[in-house]
């Protein structure tokens, strides 16, 4: 993997046009989830690389562990139980986490500017000391990922290790998964891996595995391979068609341009007022009236 750069494609709620003038590679990750075991391991690298360690849980009765994403964990597995007639019993894991959307809903509904960005290669990142701890980017997340930190009101979530990538090195789950299951590379490069994977699965009899790439979002750069892609909602409610909510897209995309004309519109207005009848005066008879009540006032 070469070095990346990290010219930004997009900063929230900022109109600050992006730099043009490099070409940089789009970056993916690609889960193989017919590979994992759900070891864990990508868990424990992601806390080690980035320095967190969250709160020791309890068991639930389930290998979920912990049972959510958090501020502290940016990446858990996702166990989940399917029986059907044709298969029987089958186990599904998934590596839940941050899908990284071509078209982020996170940074749509930010309000902060800088606090969540979109680099060039696909990651999409964010800038804590530019955020607010409003959580509109959880209203905006159709995959209901990023985290508010009960200590400091901030919001986090996974950064694709965004600093390992500028260096050239893959992100910390991918070099510590022991079955290969996890991919880093050049998206296109991931989708070809993808490919010959799937007619693997399907000449095994996986008539509907596919890759999870989904469009509604205008693509992800962490993708999956699904044994049963027609059905991404046995793997722990993974969103078969996920879409930015209507009322985001209606605030960034109708509501605030014409939000910005009714506030130039009372601001010409405003101006055209003054011009025209200049500034408000006090007549004579007015200030009278009130010397005389203040006399009054004292006299009491």
Known sequence: ????????????????????????????KLIDVTKCIGCKACQVACMQWNDIRDEVGENHGTYDN???????SWTVMRYSEVESQER?????????????CEDPGCLKACPSPGAIIKYA?????????????????????PFNVPRISEKDNKAYKCTLCSDRVAVGLEPACVKV???????FGSKEDMKDIAEERVVELKERGYGNAGLYDPQGVGGTHVMYVLHHADKPELY???????????????????????????????????LFHYVTKGPNEVSKETEKEVEKELEEEGKQ
């Open 121 to 141: 290669n696909g990651i999409v990142d964010m800038q804590q000391e530019n955020c607010i701890g409003c959580g509109y980017c959880i209203t905006g997340c």
């Open 177 to 183: 998964c022991p079955t290969g299951c996890i991919s």
């Open 1 to 28: 993997m070469p070095l990346q750069s990290l010219d930004i494609a997009a900063r929230s709620a900022t109109t600050t046009p992006p730099p043009g003038i490099r070409k940089t590679l789009e970056v993916a």
């Open 66 to 72: 912990p049972r959510d994403l958090t501020a502290k």
């Open 236 to 270: 722990n409610n993974l969103p078969p068609d996920p879409a930015i909510s209507p009322m985001v897209s209606l605030w960034k995309g109708v509501t605030k341009p014409l939000a910005t004309l009714g506030l130039a519109a009372v601001a010409i207005g405003s």
């Open 88 to 100: 029987g019993l089958e186990w599904l894991i998934r590596k839940d986490g941050c899908m990284h």
